[in-house]
């Protein structure tokens, strides 16, 4: 059934709406306290920070990037209990109007941006004489772990949303 729809079979109410527009943006603001709440302990109290640069300077920039992905990551979880529970709806709907996900598709793009990034990334490196290698595994592996599973969530969240 398509997407259209599904959406006309189960026209969702205004409370409904309304529910779920509202835990959404608790969690969202909740989620985003995390940041402040971390640097006020880190530094004993001492707010100060107006800029995202002073915030990386006292906690590095891993610990304020999960910090800064993670009401998405709340509110990914939020949106999908809302859509099952609230909205009684299959969370599959939401994705795409197939009886299956299309995980192909999704691997397909995946390895075609892949592809293109390392041809792009390994000729700026060729072709650049400034390029220095600065390599720390603990730094990297924490950003990786970031990137592999917070990143993809924050973006099908704002996919979702808009």
């Given at each position: 059934?398509?997407?259209?729809?599904?959406?006309?079979?189960?026209?969702?109410?205004?409370?409904?709406?309304?529910?779920?527009?509202s835990?959404?943006?608790?969690?969202?603001?909740?989620?985003?306290?995390?940041?402040?709440?971390?640097?006020?302990?880190?530094?004993?109290?001492?707010?100060?920070?107006?800029?995202?640069?002073?915030f990386?300077s006292?906690?590095?920039?891993?610990?304020?990037?999960?910090?800064?992905?993670?009401?998405?990551?709340?509110?990914?979880?939020?949106?999908?209990?809302?859509?099952?529970?609230?909205?009684?709806?299959?969370?599959?709907?939401?994705?795409?109007?197939?009886?299956?996900?299309?995980?192909?598709?999704?691997?397909?793009?995946?390895?075609?941006?892949?592809?293109?990034?390392?041809?792009?990334?390994?000729?700026?490196?060729?072709?650049?004489?400034?390029?220095?290698?600065?390599?720390?595994?603990?730094?990297?592996?924490?950003?990786?772990?970031?990137?592999?599973?917070?990143?993809?969530?924050?973006?099908?969240?704002?996919?979702?949303?808009?």
């Amino acid at each position: 059934m398509r997407f259209i729809d599904l959406a006309r079979k189960n026209p969702g109410t205004l409370s409904q709406v309304f529910l779920t527009i509202s835990l959404v943006l608790f969690v969202y603001f909740i989620g985003g306290m995390g940041l402040l709440l971390d640097y006020k302990f880190f530094t004993g109290g001492d707010l100060q920070a107006s800029e995202i640069s002073d915030f990386t300077s006292i906690l590095g920039n891993n610990r304020v990037l999960f910090w800064l992905l993670l009401p998405f990551t709340l509110v990914f979880i939020v949106f999908l209990a809302s859509i099952k529970w609230i909205h009684r709806r299959p969370v599959l709907s939401i994705f795409t109007g197939r009886e299956l996900f299309d995980w192909k598709r999704v691997f397909t793009s995946f390895f075609l941006i892949i592809i293109l990034l390392s041809i792009l990334t390994g000729t700026q490196i060729f072709f650049s004489s400034t390029f220095e290698w600065n390599l720390n595994w603990g730094k990297l592996s924490v950003l990786l772990l970031i990137a592999i599973f917070m990143i993809p969530i924050q973006t099908t969240i704002e996919e979702l949303h808009y």
